[in-house]
């Protein structure tokens, strides 16, 4: 399986103790196989570090998950199994992980389910309506911890990208988002790579990386006018 990781720096060799352990699945190195979220990430980072995007991609073998070497967790879907193992390990207030798998795969709790998480812990909404609050508003979306030294046998380094066109064309609609609708960096960082453009940015298909900033910047404007009526 294809899989990416998005960053602001290339990775030349993963240390798993540079990784936040406050995570969904607690400290440990995340890739995901859906492209656009790595390069969402990325880019994301990119801006907050005042630097670049890079996108890492890996080859992992999935016969990790087959017999006992290793200690793997899979989560299908947003469940209540998945909610109390996220809430564990974002809760975690020790220096180490709360589990022993090698290896977790599931669904991401973005920043929007994150900021849901307390309203379900303060017994404001029920575990069963939260999860199918979540199947309903969230897209797909995937990853992959790996949170074991043993675990990173199973993942094979195949290239890095750095596309300094695209990120020339994100860094000038973002700005011009910021003047011309009066957003926040965040808000317009949000909506930039969450708009079809972006989408059609990104898929080398259309070849919308072949265009100028503005022809770029004039596409997103008529889907956000055409979003607004």
């Not at 990775?11 to 440990?28: A, C, H, Q, V, W």
Request: charged share 30%.
């Amino acid at each position: 399986m294809k899989v990416y990781h998005g960053s602001y720096i290339e990775i030349d060799e993963i240390d798993l103790t540079k990784g936040e352990l406050n995570r969904d699945f607690g400290r440990g190195f995340y890739v995901t196989n859906i492209y656009e979220q790595a390069d969402f990430w990325a880019k994301r980072k990119g801006k907050k570090q005042k630097t670049g995007a890079i996108i890492t991609e890996y080859t992992f073998l999935e016969s990790a998950f087959i017999g006992d070497y290793l200690k793997t967790l899979r989560f299908k879907d947003y469940s209540e199994d998945w909610l109390d193992f996220v809430v564990l390990n974002r809760q975690n207030d020790t220096d180490r992980n709360l589990h022993d798998y090698d290896i977790v795969e599931g669904p991401v709790a973005d920043d929007d389910i994150a900021a849901r998480i307390p309203f379900y812990l303060g017994g404001n909404i029920s575990r069963y309506n939260f999860i199918e609050e979540l199947k309903f508003k969230h897209s797909v979306s995937h990853q992959i911890a790996f949170c074991t030294q043993k675990s990173l046998q199973m993942l094979k380094k195949t290239f890095c990208k750095a596309d300094l066109n695209e990120m020339a064309i994100d860094d000038a609609v973002v700005q011009s988002l910021i003047v011309d609708f009066e957003m926040t960096e965040f808000q317009a960082i949000d909506t930039y790579f969450n708009s079809k453009t972006y989408s059609l940015l990104i898929d080398e298909k259309t070849q919308y990386y072949e265009k100028s900033w503005l022809e770029v910047y004039e596409i997103l404007k008529n889907e956000l006018k055409l979003s607004n009526r």
